[in-house]
DNA sequence: CTGAAAGCGCTAACAA
DNA sequence: TTGTTAGCGCTTTCAG
């Protein structure tokens, strides 16, 4: 698309004839240095002056000028969200949650998100950013390398790593998969199948190691034909369904590594009119409010998604103001969230 | 939760030691702007000199300093997303593709992303942009006057709005909500209920005038009891569906505003053991590819955003450039996509 | 409490 | 093909 890097533009590029804080000084009759000194709320100035500088920045409408504040203060208050870019992740309650917690935590500490959906191979420029929050990590870690090497700070969702010497903020993956096994083995189920997430990212392949460990205590075996590899999306867990309703021992209980995919199993199992959970209970993960108000209320393990995100901003902003050089390493426990979706087995 | 705007933290702060233009320029053995050249794809730098620039670049690992050049160029290659923040908003088909093809768009022109979740009350910084993308303009359009008062281009995305001044890119959802009508109509429907969007957006009043003047132009008449006024969520399409099976007179086929709203209408509509298109028809709105791999194919009428959220880029890059000042209106059609899920009516 | 002046890191005339 | 130099708009010493 982009023959060049280059900007050719000059004769007729469009400088927005912005006024400067000069055209602010020269109405209020200050120097610059007052009308900065307003902007940025420093106390020792007179009632009186600013008083002017306001009226005057408010007929002008006067908004600094952001990079050139960036460049003098020597430091950018914006951190960047990347975001791996496969197919369908958007519609994940994942992805939408940190964006939405990102995005919260900024406006509340006025900071700004840049926002790159990546590839994994193209490398970002962290040059614009204080500092910068990885949604995940998957093919991607030498952009991680990268921002680190730069100096920028970095904090990585959902994927404890130790290697990269990047800050971490997760969720105890495995102990909610141990959860969700031995809740469904404490009911009585032997038959307990399972949709994997996807198990290329940590947080899929900690779920369901944590199942199956959390199975094993319970001496319950879990057959192959009883797991099926999925990868969050509500089309896995429909040919996971499919698939687990032809086996010629029924499974009595399902725990599905997302909402969305218990979500579609229900639906599943409500066209074949397969009761839930008399006949197949079902566990999920995340808490996704949908769970509330489909055909049944969904039992599922809770991640504070939307928090981890909000703190994640909040790290960030104490390392930019030098508050902390601390590398974050914080793992939360998700919570079991019992509803309606799971009982004894039959019978 | 912040007190001032004001930083303090000069003593601590953490200026990140990057290396500069003329650290690289300093082992290069050049002169800054040799490298600068080089950064920029200037074609007159000899092929020696360019090669040592990039040793030294590559050693260094640098990285230019983004708000340095947008100072220096005096325009700034980013573009504002705003979106509106109310609940539920990210969980839409609507806004993931806005985002995606905005992101699409900015990666392939190398342009950032700056994401803005909105209440429509603050204000919004449109200094640090060189254009602001609005994803709907609902109770935000003081934001669009600042901005556009402020010189900072925008368009605004399935809002056709003739006094702001601002461009547009939308679809014709009238259009699409008429072509719903007359489908069904077509299919020899004549009790055709709806649950439309959200009346307070422009999309979702026009779906439903448009969809109210297909059935007008074919002398069906639309009962009170057959319209639902939902808001796109799932949760309004199973209130929706739920009035409906109680009426006396049961219509035979439903428009909804959504195809998410279709979709929760087909799983309850399956929960109740009602075959969809025999006794009820259903189309939607979107062409969400959920669409294809729920329990039925789903008929809906296709709009482009992903598209649309890409040309608004495009048209802002070009306006950023100074290759164009004109005001954009763009309306596309949506286009009818027949699937599994309507029919005759029953009888 | 105020202002003059020195940068921040880069781009782009302009000269050479 | 290269380098010198003057800003871009703002923050922040440092003197008053």
Known sequence: MLKSNRFFWKENMVHKKNVSIEDVAARADVSITTVS??????????????????????????????????????????????????????HSFYAIEIIRGI???????????????TNGFNPINTNNVGGVIFADVIENRRQVEAALAGGTPCVLINNQDEDLGASYIAVDNWSGGQTAAEYLAGLGHKKIATVTGNLGTQAGAQRFEGFQSGLAAKKIVLPKEYVYQGDYSRRCARLAIEKFLKLKDLPTAIFAASDEMALEIVAVLNERGIKIPEQISIIGFDDNPQCLF????LTTISQPLFQMAEESVRYLYDVIQGKTKNIKKRVLKPELVIRESCGAPPR
Not at 103 to 117: K, N, P, Q, W
Not at 294 to 297: D, E, M, P, Q
């Open 103 to 117: 995005g919260h935590a900024c406006e509340s500490l006025r900071m700004d998100m840049v926002f790159h959906i």
């Open 294 to 297: 489909g055909s049944i209320a």
């Open 37 to 90: 000194r307003v902007i940025n709320n420093v106390p020792t100035v007179s009632k009186k002056n600013r008083a002017k500088v306001e009226e005057a920045i408010a007929f002008l409408k006067f908004k600094p000028n952001v990079s050139a504040q960036r460049l003098a203060r020597g430091f950018n208050n914006s951190v960047g969200l990347v975001m791996p870019g496969y197919p369908g992740i958007f």
